[in-house]
């Protein structure tokens, strides 16, 4: 008797777009998918880049995952509908948002509706700059180090940083605000209905690397850690959570209203969610000391070890380490870099400037300036490799890992009047594959060996001169995963487990799981070139981090 199929939502909330896809659970092949892209953070709305300060609108989240939902759904017909059995979500992060004790974010109620400090603070956000340096500085006084499982440096794209620039800037959101709740607690706890924010299941993901929850300080710093840092967050940690739930678990049924809303029965189990990177790395089946490179706008380097193995090792200066955060029973380490995509949009922008403001035809621009990166590739491709190359540091966005630095700045050196945009672009490539090669030597140095590279994510499966230059300076083989779509497939994955469909995560990856399907060999005689202009690399940004 041949078992009724089943099939799972995989829901992958990006910077610009949300993705769903309904998979079948037998062998993750992709059934359908929809993709939409956010009105209001596409017109620019509550975004003020001179001050980092980037919001999106919960409106954006919720139309998005209703769309792209239901239309998936449609592409297949009722009888698929019937037989979804999950949805999961995954969410980039930390992108935390204000909300009132029913769970709902300010910015969906009378008053707050065009509040920048009422919406979720993106992950990219690095207006808390301030308060992330008054953090680290307070954590360095206290007997216990609080930071010791996020290696040992508070970012300002991270979660209490962001809580308190925003109770700091915005005396009406301070007074409504009744808890602080990331992207990817809140989707699920929309899902099923949720109306008590003290009922809402949050994931040990986003607590463990972002909110400085730790099983060895029983849940959440006490809170005269922080009220001593800022008077403002005294009495807060009563305001959020104790337990954390892994993302194999379910956090409730589909309620009543998006069963309606969505055209699925009541009877579809919703995961416990977690950030893109994470479910990402599953998705691209992520093996033990095998560094998942999630490569989209920055890049997300996700590494999975047994616990017993790591017990007692604390690598200083990535985003931390957290038992259950990638794979549930092993220990989950977070690195990454706080530029990549978009370091080369912002040259592809700069190059486009005359095309934007001087040309006329709308159309004609965007054909023109579509093509200048794989053109600035196909051409910085054929230059050679010389030790006196244009040189570049990747910190156009701060650095993210190692070591936390979102007021770093980047740069170029050693440019001429021959130098021209394939060299300049040349260049920033080569500082985000630097910038790659950092984390892996932190890694290594701090006795977690790095023993393979897998890529995923647009850059990965796009761009053949970028992997194949990430494999020169790495001097690693790099093996690229065959999904296109890994975070939402992780998603999905996840679904099939707190589903039952699976019983753990690792059943569920190699069943659903679909390979890889190309990889990049070192060039030994270009290893060795770059292995030099890594040296000059470190020089360049040692200098420029001595000028901040």
Not at 128 to 136: C, Q, R, T
Not at 226 to 248: A, E, I, P
Not at 311 to 318: F, R, T, Y
Not at 458 to 476: E, H, L, T, Y
Request: charged share 20%; proline share 4%.
């Amino acid at each position: 008797m041949i078992a009724e199929p089943s099939y799972v939502i995989g829901v992958d909330y990006g910077t610009d777009s949300v993705r769903s896809i309904l998979v079948n659970t037998a062998d993750g092949y992709e059934v359908a998918s929809s993709i939409f892209y956010y009105p209001r953070w596409k017109d620019g709305l509550y975004c003020n880049a001179s001050r980092n300060q980037f919001r999106q609108h919960p409106l954006d989240y919720v139309e998005g995952l209703e769309h792209t939902i239901k239309e998936c759904l449609h592409k297949v017909g009722t009888t698929i509908a019937k037989q979804v059995k999950g949805i999961s979500v995954d969410t980039t992060g930390s992108t935390p948002v204000a909300v009132d004790a029913s769970g709902t974010p300010l910015a969906l109620l009378p008053g707050f509706e065009h509040n920048p400090n009422a919406m979720f603070v993106l992950w990219k956000d690095h207006s808390s700059v301030n308060e992330a340096m008054e953090l680290n500085a307070h954590a360095a006084k206290q007997k216990i180090n609080h930071l010791q499982f996020v290696g040992g440096i508070y970012s300002s794209e991270w979660f209490w940083a962001k809580l308190l620039h925003v109770l700091r800037e915005d005396t009406t959101v301070r007074n409504a605000c009744a808890s602080w709740v990331e992207h990817c607690d809140w989707i699920p706890f929309l899902l099923t209905g949720g109306t008590d924010v003290h009922s809402m299941k949050r994931g040990v993901c986003s607590a463990g690397h972002k909110s400085l929850w730790a099983e060895e300080f029983d849940g959440l710093p006490p809170d005269d850690f922080f009220s001593s840092w800022d008077v403002l967050l005294k009495g807060f940690t009563k305001k959020l959570f104790t337990h954390t739930y892994t993302s194999d678990q379910p956090a409730g049924y589909l309620s009543k209203e998006w069963s309606e809303r969505l055209g699925l029965t009541e009877q579809v189990i919703v995961g416990v969610g977690a950030f893109d990177a994470h479910m990402g790395a599953v998705g691209g089946q992520i093996e033990p000391y095998h560094l998942s490179k999630v490569m989209g706008t920055s890049t997300c380097d996700m590494l999975v070890a047994p616990l017993a193995e790591v017990k007692g090792k604390l690598v200083k200066g990535i985003c931390g380490q957290v038992p259950g955060s990638i794979i549930p029973g092993m220990m989950g380490m977070e690195a990454g870099q706080s530029a990549f995509g978009d370091a080369y949009a912002w040259f592809r922008d700069i190059l486009a400037w005359p095309l934007q403001n001087i040309l006329q035809d709308p159309s004609l621009q965007k054909e023109i300036t579509d093509k200048i990166i794989s053109q600035l590739s196909s051409h910085a491709a054929l230059l050679p490799i010389d030790e006196k190359d244009e040189l570049a540091v990747d910190w156009l966005n701060g650095r993210r890992t190692p070591d936390a630095n979102q007021l770093l700045k980047g740069g170029f050196t050693g440019l001429s009047l021959g130098t021209d945009a394939p060299k300049m672009f040349k260049a920033l490539v080569e500082a985000t594959c630097f910038g790659a090669k950092k984390i892996v030597d932190r890694f290594n140095d701090e006795g977690i060996p790095v023993k393979g590279l897998i890529g995923l994510g647009g850059v990965a499966r796009k761009s053949p001169f970028i992997m194949q230059m990430m494999a020169d300076i790495m001097n690693m083989k790099i093996r690229i995963h065959k999904s296109e779509q890994t975070c939402a497939l992780g998603a999905a994955m996840f679904a099939a487990t707190a589903s039952g469909v699976y019983k753990k995560v690792e059943d569920a990856m190699q069943a659903m799981g679909q390979g890889f399907d190309m990889e990049y060999i070192p060039n030994a005689e270009k290893a060795s070139i770059y292995a030099k202009r890594y040296e000059q690399y470190t020089l360049l940004g040692n200098f420029i981090e001595q000028q901040n």
